[in-house]
C-alpha cells in the first residue's frame, strides 16, 4: 500500500490534489489480504512510535491457508474473519505470556544478585562503622609515621611523601610507607605506566581499605588528602553502604512482589484460545490436507504369465 501510494504521493508529481481508492471486493480474498496489511501497519507504527507496551515486536508474513479455509473465505462465511482475527489475537498474547515470563526469569537472577550484594553491603557497613569509632578515639594532633620515623609537622611530612610518591610512580612498585592514626598506609602504582598517579590505601586490622588518588603535583595538597581520607572517607563509605542497602532491599522487595504476579492476559488467553480451537474444528482447519496415493496404483498390470506345459504349442519332430 505504501509503495503503491508512493508512486502517487511523491515529489515531482504535476496534480496539486490527488485522491486513492482503495477498493475491497467482498467474498473475496481482499478481505484477508486487507487484514494482513493492517496487522503489519499496527507493527511498523507500535516500533516507530515506542508506545507499544511489549518490548518486543515480531514481523507478520502471510499467513498460509489451506483448503478449508479457503473454501470457507470464498462463500463469505463470517466464522472465518473471526478466525483470522483470533489467530492474531492469540499471537500477540502468547508474546505476551512468553516476554512475562522471559522477565520473571530475569528478576530471579537480580533477586539473587541483589540477595548477595545486600549480604556484602551490611558487612561493610558494619565495619566501616567500626573504623569510625576506632579512628574517633586517636588523638587529633597531627602526627604520621613514615619509613619509620614519626613526623609532627606537615610541611616536613608532606615532602617526605611527595618523594614516596615519586618514587612509587618511576618505579611502579607498591610501598610500604607507615601509619597514620593507627591505620598502615601503602602507596600503590597505577595501572598504566604512562599515569601520573599513584594511590594512598589506609587499612587496619580487620577494618576496610579506604583509598584515593594523589598527583605529584603539591606536597601539601597530596597530604591533605591523605588526611581526608579519615575525616571525609570512612564517613562516604558509611553513607554509601547506607544508601546501596536501602537500594537492594527496596529491588528485593519490588522483585519479590513481581514474581507472585501472575500473567495479566491468562484468562483472555486461554478463552481466545479455547473459541479458536472450536472455530477450526467446526471449520476444518488447522490441520493439513492429505492426499494418500494408493502404491498399487503405481503398479502396471502384468499380462498373466502363460503355462508353458498348456499354452506354448509344441513344434512338431523333424
Known sequence: MEQRNGRIIRQGN???????????????????????????????SQLMSGKTPARTCEDVDEMVLNYSEMQALAT????????????????RLR????????????????????????KTQEKRLVLAKSDKEFAEKQSEEFSVK???KTYTERTEAADVLAKEIQRCIVKHDEIK???????EITLSPPTSLTASFATINLKRDGGLNYRTNVEFISNLGDLTRMENIVKIGIDKEITNCENTIARDKSDIEQATK???QPFEFADELAEKTARLEQLN???????????????????????????????????PKR
Open 76 to 91: 463469505g462465511d463470517p466464522r472465518i474473519k473471526e478466525k483470522i482475527e483470533l489467530d492474531g489475537e492469540v499471537s
Open 95 to 118: 508474546t505476551l505470556e512468553s516476554e512475562h515470563y522471559n522477565n520473571k526469569y530475569k528478576l530471579e537472577d537480580v533477586l539473587v544478585q541483589r540477595k548477595a550484594e545486600l
Open 281 to 315: 474444528a467446526e471449520l476444518d482447519c488447522g490441520r493439513n490436507e492429505e492426499v494418500f496415493i494408493s502404491e498399487d496404483n503405481d503398479k502396471e498390470e502384468k499380462p498373466p504369465e502363460l503355462n508353458q506345459d498348456k499354452h506354448t504349442p509344441k513344434h
Open 258 to 260: 513481581t514474581l507472585t
Open 177 to 183: 610507607l607507615g601509619e597514620y592514626k593507627g591505620f
Open 14 to 44: 504535476g496534480f496539486d490534489k490527488v485522491n486513492v481508492f482503495n477498493y475491497v471486493t467482498e467474498n473475496t480474498f481482499d478481505a484477508y489480504m486487507m487484514n494482513i496489511i493492517v496487522t503489519k501497519q499496527k507493527f511498523i
Open 146 to 148: 613514615l619509613n619509620g
